[in-house]
């Protein structure tokens, strides 16, 4: 299906979301609902998603409309990557989650990774800055950016977490179905470029 009907309510949303922030002229203000109304409704018409939870979801955001930031940990050990299984869909993925307001990307790293594997590290490296829009994943209603952060293993012991269900080391010629909202095959082996060539440069977009 041609998704470009999603990209115009995002379009629309962030458009709207924007001028309700700095609007002053009680029209404006008016129309900038009306176009906020127009992306729920567009939404509503193309999903099976009602439209309260939409715009209590996707169109309840205020201030400057910017991109979400989902960080992924990326560790190593004998050559295979630490994939985590997420209990939402029972498939595999890099640990980490959304950024979080007052800690560094480093910092969000190492949370995600000690809470979804049990496992300590500390960060070593970026190595990629990736809009998702353009690397295969199912599509959603937020304009994402992801960051994936090498990290190394100092402690820990392998457990699961509140949302993980799983935690082992995978080969990468031997990968298990994989949560695409989170990763893509694609990219997993991408991190797997980075461990055979340590100086290869980090990625954007």
Known sequence: MDM???DWAKQIQAIAQTGLTYGK???DIERYEELRKISVDILANYTSVN???????????SGYATPKVDIRGVVFKDNKILLVQEKIDGAWALPGGWSDIGLSPSEVAVKEIKEESGFDVVPLRLLAVLDKKFHGHPPEPYHIYKMFIQCEITGGTAETGVETSAVQFFD?????ELSLERNTAEQVKTMFEFLDHPT???ILD
Do not use: C, G, M, N
């Open 51 to 61: 439209k309260e939870k939409i715009s209590l979801t996707f169109a309840s955001d």
């Open 200 to 202: 290869k440069e980090v």
């Open 25 to 27: 002229d009680v029209y």
């Open 4 to 6: 470009k009907w999603l």
């Open 172 to 176: 990468r010629h031997d990968l298990p």
